[in-house]
């Protein structure tokens, strides 16, 4: 790859534009981010149409938590493209499969034994963890918290409560039986209270006060969580609270699912983020990194769990196998380069950087995260603690033209999430721009 980062043309350039007009033209609105297209990809390098290259702090959304087309996942699924592509594996098998299965579900939490349902996204493998709950436990409702991000079909966009324009138009239609709580967002505690001081008053009120007023608890089939909030700004609670909400899916007898779809596969230092918290849940939702770059999902559950007959769910592609072949090779890197190791250890070293930079810049309101999963909260004023969203966007558009790529979440926050392989040059010259983007804007405040 050309030495990186280096703009040529400031983006986006002249090619760059053409194909954005195109996009524009011809694509159906979803989400865009900054106008960066793509030429070429490689570990944690970024190369546009223009040749202007990029250092790449957002791990194509959370997907490439072994960086862009890694040696090994690139032969394994050039290897596997020469045996078969495709084999609908709900309804035939193959050794790739049952491998990758056999894999995952020793990977997950707890003594006892998993199996898994593959599918194509993270969306999907929620969208089966509620069939498998209400089928599992025969009750129909489930609890989830506000911030909380699960996708965007129609069972996970009702667990959704991120942002009111991925629910705007579909209210009526959404599942019933979903409840939605305040979740430990210590920072900006909706209760007004502080941690510790406050005894998890978060998780106390939902058998205190929800369960005796609105939420019939004998009803739920699950309580849903992310348990570091991902779209929700990651936000990650304090460990009491996920274990005392743990505490009350045993009390009452319904699951635990855990929504691991960015969180997982190492990210945060650790195979599972359930795992800081010591909680073995019924049900693992993973997808993004699972894959090396490539569309899959994994849901990962107690046997016992396990559907009473063929038929009662099902997919075409969800045993795509050169998906397959890509994640087992992802599962070799991981382990075979450490970097479980490797994402604790220079996750510690980067939170510690970043909140060196909070200590310089006080539009940084928080710095927060586990492993290589950081990120940092932008306000306006940090008595107020009001956010600062212009000015966060601001700091990711500076940092685009500079070289590099970074990705908002919540309302005011950017999360930095790059390879957790990322060469440390290259993670030292991003750390560098960002903290030149942060010192600009906190200057020139754009809220």
């Not at 040529?8 to 979803?30: F, L, T």
């Not at 069972?155 to 409840?179: D, H, I, N």
């Not at 635990?256 to 596969?265: A, K, L």
Request: net charge positive; proline share 5%; hydrophobic share 40%.
């Amino acid at each position: 790859m050309p030495k990186v980062p280096n703009i040529r043309v400031e983006p986006p350039g002249p090619e760059a534009k053409k194909i954005v007009a195109k996009d524009d033209e011809y694509i159906v609105k979803a989400t865009k981010t900054a106008p960066l297209v793509f030429k070429k990809a490689e570990g944690s390098v970024i190369e546009d149409v223009d040749g202007n290259t990029y250092l790449d702090f957002y791990a194509g959304v959370g997907v490439l938590n072994v960086g862009a087309r890694h040696p090994r996942v690139v032969a394994a699924v050039s290897d596997q493209l020469g045996k078969y592509m495709h084999i609908a594996g709900t309804d035939f098998y193959e050794p790739l499969q049952a491998r990758l299965a056999e894999r995952l579900a020793k990977t997950a939490p707890g003594n006892n034994k998993k199996m898994v349902f593959f599918s194509n996204t993270g969306a999907e493998s929620v969208e089966a963890a509620i069939k498998i709950a209400k089928r599992g436990t025969g009750k129909q409702c489930f609890l989830d918290f506000l911030g909380a991000f699960h996708g965007r079909t129609t069972g996970a966009m009702t667990l959704t409560a991120s942002k009111w324009v991925q629910r705007e138009g579909y209210t009526a239609t959404l599942m019933p039986g979903v409840f939605h709580v305040p979740y430990a967002y210590c920072y900006r505690c909706i209760y007004k209270m502080e941690y510790p001081s406050c005894g998890t008053y978060c998780a106390k009120v939902i058998e205190e006060v929800y369960f005796e007023t609105q939420i019939p608890p004998n009803d739920l089939a699950a309580i849903c969580m992310e348990v570091v909030q991902g779209e929700g700004g990651y936000v990650v609670p304090p460990k009491t609270f996920v274990k005392m909400v743990f505490d009350l899916t045993r009390k009452y007898k319904c699951l635990f699912i855990d929504d691991e779809v960015q969180s997982g596969m190492g990210r945060t230092g650790k195979m599972w983020a359930a795992e800081h918290f010591d909680i073995a849940p019924d049900i693992i939702c993973s997808a993004k990194s699972l894959g090396g770059g490539l569309p899959l999902g994994a849901t990962i559950v107690d046997a016992k769990l396990n559907f009473d007959r063929y038929g009662r769910h099902s997919n075409t592609f969800g045993g795509v196998s050169l998906a397959h072949a890509a994640a087992l090779a992802t599962l070799d890197v991981i382990e075979d380069e450490k970097l479980l190791d490797r994402g604790t250890k220079v996750g510690k070293e980067t939170k510690k950087r970043l909140e060196e930079m909070m200590e310089k810049y006080d539009i940084i309101g928080d710095t927060r995260g586990l492993g290589m999963m950081l990120a940092q909260e932008f306000v306006q004023d940090r008595k107020t603690r009001k956010h600062a969203a212009k000015s966060r966007d601001k700091i990711a558009d500076m940092a685009f033209k500079k070289g590099l790529m970074l990705l908002p979440c919540g309302k005011s926050v950017i999360r930095y999430i790059p390879p957790l392989n990322i060469p440390q040059d290259q993670l030292d010259s991003g750390l560098e721009i960002l903290e030149d983007c942060i010192k600009t804007v906190n200057r020139n405040r754009a809220d």
